[in-house]
């Protein structure tokens, strides 16, 4: 369970203060998926990276399973998996390497990294390239194993950037099969996307965000009925007031 309240963020640039995040606060249920919409700069990635401990927020407050993210950060991060947005794996290691690192790095022991390494390549449909060394992996595996990594210590809590981006269609429709399945495991799954379409298929609530703010929080359904619009698309459009970000 993740419980985001009132987080703001404001970066400055050359040309004045940007104000990144202004007020952003949702709650993310164990068992559910929870989509982070919003078209390109809406404050997404900037959100997630306050939620994982990575930025501190000017303001705000986050909660994971009740602990306070400043308060207990180690616990907090503990009860984590992150795919962020740089995907950063490392070239020198293969992929069950990189797995195997982060496993050790979390205290794990070998035969545990082992057992969810198989899982986890398994879910993930990695066999084929585990044994390779990652340099020259393409953007889908290259995703794929940072997801795995991510998720190696059997995190209660799943944050994903855009965890999509780039793959072919073969490959996104794995991945959500993935996600699904994390959330039949009770997970608290969120990630973010700038594609509607995508956020539809997969999400049980959905926070639309745009310009640093949250503009409604609600189930697909609740959100149409919000707009008084029959699909998702149009209660998007009315939501953000644009039509960016439609189209994959
Ligand atoms: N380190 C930074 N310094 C200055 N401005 C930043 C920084 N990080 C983010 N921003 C600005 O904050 C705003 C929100 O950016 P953010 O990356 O959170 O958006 P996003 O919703 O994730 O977008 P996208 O879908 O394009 O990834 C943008 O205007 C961005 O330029």
Redesign the pocket.
Known sequence: MIEVHDLHKT?K?RTGP?H??RGVGFSARDGEITGLL??????????LRMLYTLMNPDRGSVRVDGLDFREHAAEVRARLGVLP?ARGVYKRLTARENIAYFGRLHGLDDATIASRTETLASALQMHDFLDRRTEGFSQGQRTKTAIARALVHDPKNVILD?PTNGLDVMTTRGLREFLLQLRRENRCVIF?S?IMQEVAALCDRIVV?AN?EVRAEGSPDELRARTGTQNLEDAFVRLIGSEEGLHA
């Open positions: 970066f640039a940007v990144a995040v919003g078209p390109n700069g809406a404050g997404k990635t900037t959100t947005d855009e973010s700038h965000i640093g």
